[in-house]
């Protein structure tokens, strides 16, 4: 069965410092990668995509691909307490409609 | 703006009644999904449509079916509600190779 695992988390950091999220996959047909923020009893978001190897930014979040070790991360700089949430990641293999995500890493920022 | 909007938020039903939930979007996807969330176990995938009138299982189909007449509409159907059926429903709708956009969930408790 093909799978997405998360570092099991909880990750606690405190305001202002770096928050990494890690997340390792299974499937080598996988091509497209997401990272969903998830707020308490509400639906997931999405933050980043990343489709190829190397770093992609958008603001304080840098996702980074590597396909060789089969392994995506978020990186959110200058955390603040409203990162607090639960982060999803998920891929998806270029012939599978299926998006296969994993459990989740809940992050909690202290003010 | 993709919208993707379930039927209810909120729903309470009684063990053996036949529950219908209802998924609608608005961009011309072709891949719809469904998933159930619980605490510890994440996003777990249940059917998924590529098509209308297609449709696949996915990791946890039993005591679920479901129904895609229109493109833009996906039902999930609790053929015999069970206790263990409580959970939060995700709806969400992909076309290859992007994001998947959600619903806002639907909670269903089964009393």
């Known amino acids: 069965q093909k799978e997405v695992e998360q570092n099991s988390g909880p990750l606690s950091v405190p305001e202002g410092a770096i928050a990494s999220l890690n997340c390792t996959y299974s499937d080598r047909g996988s091509q497209s990668f997401f990272w969903y923020r998830q707020y308490s009893g509400k639906s997931p978001e999405l933050i980043m995509s990343i489709y190829s190897n190397g770093d992609k930014e958008d603001g304080r979040f840098t996702a980074q691909l590597n396909k060789a070790s089969q392994y995506v991360s978020l990186l959110i700089r200058d955390s603040q307490p409203s990162d607090s949430a639960t982060y999803l990641c998920a891929g998806s293999g270029g012939s599978n409609y299926k998006l296969t995500f994993g459990k989740g890493t809940l992050l909690t920022v202290n003010p | 703006d993709v919208k993707v909007t379930q039927s209810s938020r909120y729903l309470v039903k009684r063990t053996g009644e036949k529950v219908f939930l209802e998924c609608v979007q608005d961009m011309d996807h072709e891949n719809m999904f469904w998933y159930r969330q619980d605490p510890g176990l994440g996003l777990r995938l249940i059917y998924f449509s590529y098509d209308v009138k297609m449709k696949e299982k996915g990791d946890i189909p039993e005591g679920y079916s479901v129904s895609r007449e229109k493109k833009e509409r996906f039902s999930l159907i609790l053929e015999s509600a069970s206790t263990n059926q409580t959970s939060m429903y995700l709806c969400?709708?992909?076309?290859?190779?992007?994001?998947?956009?959600f619903g806002q969930g639907t909670r269903l408790t089964v009393v």
């Open positions: 969400a709708s992909r076309t290859m190779n992007t994001e998947a956009f």
